[in-house]
């Protein structure tokens, strides 16, 4: 199965526990990346979520930066509202020494009312953690699996309509390859007759030159200009990329490898072309292992 490394999944809701009522709303996309790189924005105090998200997404992800995040609210803003003593002990002796080190320097500060003590962060703890975070812990596991199942359906989806064109990609290099091959032919009979007359000029011009020698080189010449190794790798990469499309394991660093293996045939016949025909099929296959190259780096 062809899977896209981008995708994105939303999931939202209620949960119910004992510590009290929450609504939470999770964010789940990714792009490209050369290896699984998984980065996450949680609420504090939840142990162990991060950890077990990091290894459920392992176990069916295996490539592309993916970000989770989570927005916890509890559905009574004014539930599980807890008054940090230690923290407001904290804030009034900060609060007296910067008073005293005022009035050392002249200065006469306002009063602080009790509501702003109350809004100095951390005075009053409003998170999950100010009650017991193990049963919201375990409600959100559960809301894991089907967060990932829908994050991977979306790249499902997409990994499908790229596997669509890069098939049809793949058929128009094997349609281009065919067409090669015919210009090949054609070609063969020009450049028979271009070497027999090189080799009659050479042969009027210096008498003296080994006549054996000269059908030599200029066999070389045919043979350094034969295009028939380049097509035959082309069809054989061809098929070598419809085995990985239809392979269910991540296919995507194999592909892009063979994409360069394609773009370095694709050149060589061009720079063996010496014909207007063939250099024309050899800039229609760049240009279409380019197009191939840029879906298949999307790929896992």
Same mark, same amino acid.
């Given at each position: 199965?062809?899977?896209?490394?981008?995708?994105?999944?939303?999931?939202?809701?209620?949960?119910?526990?004992?510590?009290?009522?929450?609504?939470?709303?999770?964010?789940?996309?990714?792009?490209?990346?050369?290896?699984?790189?998984?980065?996450?924005?949680?609420? $504090?105090?939840?142990?162990?979520?991060?950890?077990?998200? #990091? =290894?459920?997404?392992?176990?069916?992800?295996?490539?592309?930066?993916?970000?989770?995040?989570? =927005?916890?609210?509890?559905?009574?803003?004014?539930?599980?509202? &807890?008054?940090?003593?230690?923290?407001?002990?904290?804030?009034?002796?900060?609060? +007296?020494?910067?008073? #005293?080190?005022?009035?050392?320097?002249?200065?006469?500060? +306002?009063?602080?009312?009790?509501?702003?003590?109350?809004?100095? &962060?951390?005075?009053? $703890?409003?998170?999950?953690?100010?009650?017991?975070? +193990?049963?919201?812990?375990?409600?959100?596991?559960?809301?894991?699996?089907?967060?990932?199942?829908?994050? $991977?359906?979306?790249?499902?989806?997409?990994?499908?309509?790229?596997?669509?064109?890069?098939? &049809?990609?793949?058929?128009?290099?094997?349609?281009?390859?065919?067409?090669?091959?015919?210009?090949?032919?054609?070609?063969?009979?020009?450049?028979?007759?271009?070497?027999?007359?090189?080799?009659?000029r050479l042969s009027e011009a210096a008498p003296q030159?080994?006549?054996? #020698?000269?059908?030599?080189?200029?066999?070389?010449?045919?043979?350094?200009?034969?295009?028939?190794?380049?097509? $035959? #790798?082309?069809?054989?990469?061809?098929? +070598?990329? !419809?085995?990985?499309?239809?392979?269910?394991?991540?296919?995507?660093?194999?592909?892009?490898?063979?994409?360069?293996?394609?773009?370095?045939?694709?050149?060589?016949?061009?720079? =063996?072309?010496q014909n207007g025909e063939l250099t024309r099929i050899g800039l229609d296959l760049k240009?279409?292992?380019?197009?191939? !190259?840029?879906?298949?780096?999307?790929?896992?």
């Open positions: 199965m062809v899977k896209s490394m981008t995708g994105f999944a939303a999931l939202g809701g209620e949960i119910s526990t004992s510590s009290g009522a929450f609504s939470c709303q999770w964010d789940m996309r990714a792009v490209n990346g050369r290896g699984l790189d998984l980065r996450f924005r949680l609420p $504090d105090g939840l142990d162990g979520l991060e950890g077990e998200l #990091r =290894k459920r997404i392992a176990a069916r992800i295996a490539r592309g930066n993916v970000s989770v995040s989570l =927005k916890l609210t509890r559905a009574d803003p004014g539930a599980g509202l &807890r008054l940090n003593a230690p923290a407001l002990e904290a804030a009034l002796t900060m609060l +007296a020494q910067a008073e #005293r080190q005022a009035e050392a320097k002249g200065f006469a500060l +306002a009063p602080m009312t009790a509501a702003d003590l109350l809004a100095l &962060r951390g005075v009053i $703890d409003t998170g999950p953690e100010a009650t017991d975070p +193990a049963p919201l812990t375990a409600a959100l596991l559960g809301q894991i699996d089907p967060l990932i199942e829908a994050f $991977d359906t979306t790249r499902q989806h997409e990994g499908a309509a790229m596997q669509t064109v890069l098939e &049809r990609q793949l058929s128009q290099i094997e349609g281009l390859v065919q067409a090669a091959h015919a210009a090949a032919g054609d070609r063969r009979d020009a450049q028979v007759e271009t070497l027999r007359a090189a080799l009659a030159l080994d006549q054996g #020698r000269l059908e030599q080189e200029l066999a070389l010449i045919a043979v350094k200009t034969d295009i028939t190794e380049e097509l $035959d #790798r082309l069809a054989a990469h061809c098929q +070598a990329a !419809r085995a990985l499309l239809a392979n269910d394991s991540p296919m995507g660093r194999k592909l892009d490898f063979l994409m360069q293996e394609f773009n370095r045939e694709a050149n060589t016949l061009c720079s =063996k072309a240009t279409l292992i380019d197009q191939m !190259r840029e879906q298949v780096q999307n790929l896992e």
